[in-house]
């Protein structure tokens, strides 16, 4: 089964910036696409940004701008890069990797974001 494994959360400042990695166990290559979600407490999973298989990423209209989603070959994971943090950016982050029908979700990394 395809595990992922979220790193990189904790607190960060508003303004600041913050690096989210996503290791799967299986090469990153191989999913049709792969991408980063986030949930606040008491609000549903809201896609922040997505990158495919070919490389197209997609952004949330809330991070446009300020986050960028990659690709790391060598360490075989999919990371998302935010800058100019705002509160709302607060939340649990869940890496999602799609294979065909099916998807994996990790365990989710916090982010919060103090004012």
């Known amino acids: 089964q395809a595990q992922l494994v979220e790193s990189g959360g904790g607190l960060a400042q508003t303004g600041g910036s913050l690096r989210l990695s996503c290791a799967a166990s299986?090469?990153?290559?191989?999913?049709?696409?792969m991408g980063w979600y986030r949930q606040a407490p008491g609000k549903e999973r809201d896609l922040v940004a997505t990158?495919?298989?070919?490389?197209?990423?997609n952004y949330a209209d809330s991070v446009k701008g300020r986050a960028t989603i990659s690709k790391d070959r060598g360490k075989n994971t999919v990371d998302l890069q935010m800058t100019s943090l705002k509160p709302e950016d607060t939340g649990t982050y869940y890496c999602y990797g799609a294979l065909g029908a099916s998807g994996s979700w990790g365990q989710g990394t916090q982010v919060t974001v103090s004012s």
């Open positions: 990158i495919t298989a070919g490389g197209a990423t």
């Open positions: 299986r090469s990153i290559f191989s999913y049709k696409a």
